[in-house]
């Protein structure tokens, strides 16, 4: 497709394999990490036609833009922004401290917000541009990570606000909300509980959990033409655990769900 594609975290799980799909698509990817060798590794991997490093951490603002800009001189603006950097602390409110609280809503609401910011005054100057978020179903409710899933819920009213706001210009702008993922960041849980997959498809209706690929599977198509006139949407991917409760559901009826 040719497009110019910022996609951040783009060494942890979901974020590697939407470099790879981007890629494949022909777009040319800004793959943004603060992991140096991680990210020189997945350059070298993509390779120079198909992939620049964006060597710079999301929660320096200045630092982002102006590592963003000297890819930018080489290849041209960003036609299509993933803003997918992000990460969880305290597991519950009593954990949380005052530090681990800022250091999650700096990383993902205002990372995420640093992120729009280097890219949406070049959009609105071609009249045309795409923001995907990758936001989370603990955005949607209360799952734990208290911080992570507060600066989630922001991303939500934000994204809206962007597509209001913006769509004047030809900006869209969208975010997906995964459920579970199959990523590295389960690798703590699974050595407490080896079982644990298996112990949490009772509450997804399709009993089966969403891959990296469907994240990007989702995320393609709203950057795609397709989804032209879709924007301000919360996608929840997530095997229908934002459907319902079917548990509690079974519990209260006292019948077969």
């Known amino acids: 497709m040719n497009r110019k594609v910022l996609i951040t975290g783009a060494c942890g799980g979901i974020g590697r394999v939407l470099c790879q799909r981007f890629a494949a698509a022909g777009d040319h990817v800004y793959a943004q990490d603060r992991d140096a060798n991680a990210l020189q590794q997945l350059a070298a991997a993509l390779g120079p036609e198909q992939c620049s490093a964006v060597l710079a951490d999301v929660t320096d603002a200045a630092g ?17 922004l ?19 609280w800022k250091h999650d809503i700096d990383l993902n609401l205002n990372g995420s917000f640093h992120t729009v910011e280097a890219v949406r005054p070049a959009m ?26 507060a600066a989630k819920a922001a991303l939500i009213s934000y994204t809206r606000a962007l597509a209001m706001e913006f769509g004047r210009f030809g900006i869209r702008a969208n975010i997906v909300c995964p459920g579970t993922v199959k990523t590295q960041a389960w690798q703590a849980r699974m050595e407490k509980n080896p079982n644990v997959f298996e112990d949490l498809k009772k509450w997804y209706p399709l009993r089966d959990f969403a891959t990296p690929d469907d994240i990007a599977d989702a995320v393609l198509f709203l950057a795609s ?28 009826t006292q019948d077969t769900i």
């Open 82 to 100: 993933v803003a997918n950097a992000g990460a969880a602390d305290s597991l519950t409110l009593q954990a949380t401290s005052e530090a681990s």
């Open 124 to 149: 609105q100057r071609s009249g045309k541009g795409n923001i995907v978020i990758i936001g989370s179903v603990n955005g949607m409710t209360s799952l734990g990570h208290p911080a992570y899933s």
């Open 64 to 80: 982002l833009k102006a590592a963003l800009a000297a890819a930018v001189a080489v290849h041209g603006e960003v036609d299509v």
């Open 225 to 252: 033409d397709a989804a032209r006139v879709i924007t301000g949407v919360v996608l929840p991917v997530d095997g229908g655990l934002m459907a319902g409760n079917q548990v509690l559901a079974g519990e209260l």
